[in-house]
């Protein structure tokens, strides 16, 4: 007898993991692998969760309506050109199920969020990694692997999990050079903790054309990781085949009605703003002065390089014996460096102040490592 088989390129997928949020024998958790807010969700938003437990029998708006005008109206927009969805990861396979398939090439950068490799490899997509310079996005690698086959091209546009942003005249040349027939995805999840003169998260390419669609999230700036909602702007086109195929229920009630209000808490973002630019740079300034590299961030995030695998793995290690859950990035073919989240300031004190006793301690193995 033979068990049922998948398609042979299923199993060369590697499985997505998430932020871990426990280390066994350890009772207090400093969770900073994951980049959530570092103020948890909107008063507003809970109250909102909490109101509508009574209705949890009832089905969701199909087309979350109420959602896509409260996002309409915040960042003015058509609401007719969105669609929402179980997070932004839910729209990345259908973008990649639409437009890719057995025979289509997909472009994503060297160090691209992992979900595009797993989505296009699902499709049935050839996925090509293009090199990075100085771990930010290279336009003209990207556009030296494009062939007849390539059929979309994805950037994060600033990426996790480097923290880069792409300046907006490149991101304007490639679209302007890649073949009108190519799929653009700009994927703005951390747009809002952008504060860079001029950065515009991929609305304006939408608008120019037919072919760029933007992604968007409410799991980092606005807390609801838990919830699951993420959203996309894009040509009426898109939207429409995107609404053809994914979950007819896909956002559920609570997440809708915790969305809609969360948009409307006053003061959040301007908060949670002013909070990180602090805080990102107080923590990058601690760990420089420590000998640790710090790249560049318009995240909410750090990423911190400690020049050799062998050094990052025992930086983690000791983090984590001390309850401080951080990212190895190995998975991102950075195995020498560690994504921090910017927490409370609390949490960014102890993690500058546990990664001060650490260095002490191993200041002068950096050149024996491995």
Not at 79 to 85: D, F, H, K, T
Not at 180 to 197: F, K
Request: some cysteine; glycine content about 10%.
């Amino acid at each position: 007898m033979t068990a049922p088989a998948p398609r042979p390129e299923i199993l060369n997928i590697q499985a997505y993991v998430a932020g871990e949020a426990k280390v066994q024998g350890v009772n207090r958790i400093l969770k900073l692998s994951s980049n959530e807010g570092a103020f948890g969700p909107p008063e507003a938003a809970q109250e909102a969760f909490r109101q509508v437990a009574a209705d949890i029998h009832r089905y969701p708006d199909g087309g979350s309506a109420a959602l896509r005008q409260a996002i309409g109206a915040r960042f003015g927009l058509d609401p007719e050109r969105i669609v929402c969805g179980t997070g932004s990861d839910e729209l990345i396979q259908h973008i990649c199920h639409i437009y890719g398939g057995p025979g289509a090439d997909l472009i994503m950068t060297m160090h691209g969020f992992t979900m595009y490799q797993i989505a296009g490899t699902y499709a049935g997509c050839r996925v090509l990694k293009v090199p990075e310079r100085n771990l930010t996005a290279d336009v003209d690698n990207i556009l030296a692997a494009v062939s007849p086959a390539t059929r979309i091209v994805f950037i994060a546009n600033p990426n996790n999990p480097t923290g880069s942003l792409l300046a907006m005249d490149e991101l304007e040349r490639l679209r302007r050079e890649l073949p009108p027939e190519v799929l653009l995805v700009v994927d703005a999840a951390y747009a809002e903790y952008v504060t860079e003169p001029g950065y515009d998260p991929g609305t304006a390419l939408v608008e120019a054309g037919e072919n760029t669609i933007m992604l968007r999230t409410f799991s980092k700036m606005f807390g609801m990781g838990g919830m699951r909602v993420g959203w996309a702007y894009g040509p009426p086109a898109v939207i429409d085949v995107i609404n053809r195929v994914r979950g007819v229920f896909n956002v559920n009630l609570a997440a809708q009605a915790a969305a809609v209000a969360a948009l409307a808490e006053p003061g959040w973002v301007e908060r949670s703003v002013a909070h990180n630019v602090e805080w990102r740079t107080r923590l990058s300034a601690a760990l420089e002065a420590l000998g640790i590299k710090v790249w560049p961030s318009h995240c909410n995030f750090i990423l911190a390089d400690f020049v050799t695998a062998a050094r990052a793995r025992r930086a983690d290690a000791f983090l984590r014996g001390r309850g401080i859950i951080v990212r190895g990035m190995a998975a991102y073919d950075l195995p020498h460096c560690l994504r921090i989240t910017v927490g409370t300031a609390d949490e960014c004190t102890v993690v500058a102040d546990t990664l001060a006793t650490f260095m002490s301690a191993h200041r002068d193995d950096g050149e024996t490592d491995g």
